[in-house]
């Protein structure tokens, strides 16, 4: 699997973990759930498999499930095509690394919005860079001691905040002939 193929699974996992996360942080009872004659047709046509254990379902879920369907409904064909491959990825993983993609979302999820921001400006600028340059990053962070990531992320931190705080620049003066 390349580093691309794998960061899009890694999206996905967190799409799914952001469909299912209501379900194992919801407070019980603050959701009165979905009942199946709630569900448009095509909802229902798109969770047919859990019609017999809907009622089972505890609200959490049953609101995860209808919003997601609702999602897949609004997707266009190729999108769709998209997610199964993405989702087809994510299953193939072994089940310490679906683990470990589910405690980083988890993780994720507790940032604050700027925070978050800034992780997907990170990982935008990474996705963007050259094959090769992202490869030579990668390898130089999983050669690097703790001590050196620490560093690196030390003075990937300071340079965000002086771009963040530096004035803009002055306007070059035009000399006229």
Avoid: C, K
Wanted: no cysteine; charged share 20%; proline share 9%.
């Amino acid at each position: 699997m390349n580093a691309r193929s794998l960061s899009y699974s890694l999206l996905l996992a967190g799409a799914l973990m952001g469909l299912a996360a209501p379900a194992w942080s919801a407070d019980p009872g603050t959701n009165p759930g979905v009942s199946w004659s709630g569900l448009s047709a095509p909802q229902q046509q798109a969770l047919g498999q859990f019609q017999g254990q809907w009622n089972n379902l505890p609200a959490e879920r049953q609101q995860a499930l209808a919003t997601g369907a609702q999602r897949w409904l609004s997707m266009t064909p190729q999108q769709r095509d998209d997610a199964r491959q993405r989702f087809q990825t994510w299953q193939r993983l072994p089940p310490d690394q679906r683990d470990l993609i589910r405690q980083r979302w988890q993780r994720f999820q507790q940032l604050t919005p700027s925070q978050q921001q800034a992780v997907r400006q990170n990982f935008h600028a990474y996705a963007g860079l050259p094959a090769a340059q992202r490869e030579q990053l990668r390898q130089r962070w999983l050669n690097a001691t703790p001590q050196e990531r620490s560093q690196m992320l030390q003075r990937q931190r300071a340079q965000r905040f002086q771009r963040a705080t530096r004035p803009p620049p002055m306007p070059r003066p035009r000399f006229h002939r």
